[in-house]
């Protein structure tokens, strides 16, 4: 696949990304209740609000996984 095509298919993912609770749990594979204990624990990522709706933006959504690659990681070499 070019570079054109694969920019392309990268915009369609993040436009079609649902940015919900749920969408997040979908995605990582997660029940909701992991996320709900991720979060109290501090380990959740941040979410922004729109009314009555939760939402983690694309950016937010990376920067956790980044985050939890790295504890991974240092848990890894310390062990």
């Known amino acids: 696949m070019n570079a054109v095509m694969q920019a392309l298919n990268a915009e369609i993912s993040v436009a079609s ?3 919900s609770i749920p969408g997040f749990c979908q995605r990582h594979k997660m029940g909701r209740s992991s996320y709900y204990n991720l979060k109290a624990a501090g380990h959740g990522p941040p979410e ?3 009314g009555k ?3 983690i933006s694309a950016e937010a ?3 956790w996984v980044r ?3 790295a504890d991974t ?3 890894r ?3």
């Open 61 to 63: 959504e990376a920067e």
């Open 53 to 55: 709706l939760v939402r």
């Open 67 to 69: 985050e939890r690659e």
């Open 17 to 19: 990304r649902d940015p």
């Open 77 to 79: 070499t310390a062990a």
């Open 73 to 75: 990681s240092r848990a």
């Open 48 to 50: 922004y609000v729109i």
